[in-house]
């Protein structure tokens, strides 16, 4: 799921940097864009999304991976953590 959220947020800032070079230039009155540029700007950005969110969506739902950790050993009784002495007073 990792690299499917990779492979969204790559597509976005492709489509991100397009859609730059696509708005700038209309600030100089340069108005004719190719219509390549045009696609790879809506379809990095809509498609990106897309992917992340989904890889996204997937991860969030998919089942925690087992713990690797070995299980403790129920023939042995626990450790004490405190030493056993007399209660403090005022307790019962």
Known sequence: ???LVRIGTSL???GL???AIIIIPFF???TERPTWLNVLAAGGL???LGV???AIVAAVL????ADETEPP???EPPEETAAAGPAPAGTS
């Open 62 to 65: 998919s089942p925690a991976p």
């Open 17 to 19: 940097v397009a859609t």
């Open 46 to 48: 809509t498609i990106g």
């Open 28 to 30: 100089f009155g340069v």
């Open 73 to 75: 050993d129920e023939t």
């Open 1 to 3: 799921m990792d690299m």
């Open 12 to 14: 976005f800032a492709v």
């Open 52 to 54: 992340a969110l989904v």
